[in-house]
């Protein structure tokens, strides 16, 4: 059964059905787990943190206030859980874009 499953896997790879892609550009607003223990640059780190609408208007419009802030002059990031390992340490940071391209709706 197992074969099958790879064989088909590996043939829809081939045809380019069902494939993804990774962006060159992310989108403003787009969320990622990183490996690191930081966020690369362009990213900002999920961490509920309140952050100044006239530096990241463009993050502003997309996320609001829906996770706080005043809506005048800040604006709060949501606050990721953090991903742990079985011993309690933290590996993995979870950061979300802040440059890249504004996501059309259509």
Request: hydrophobic share 40%.
């Amino acid at each position: 059964m197992l074969k099958r499953i790879l064989f088909a896997t590996a043939l829809a790879a081939g045809l380019g059905a069902g494939t993804a892609q990774a962006q060159p550009t992310p989108f403003v607003g787009e969320v990622m787990i990183f490996s690191g223990n930081f966020c690369p640059k362009g990213w900002l780190p999920m961490e509920g943190q309140l952050l100044p609408i006239s530096q990241y208007v463009v993050l502003y419009n997309i996320v609001g206030t829906t996770y706080g802030g005043n809506g005048k002059t800040n604006f709060a990031l949501p606050k990721a859980k953090p991903f742990t390992t079985f011993g309690g340490a933290q590996t993995l940071t979870q950061c979300i874009s802040y440059l890249g391209v504004f996501p059309s709706r259509t």
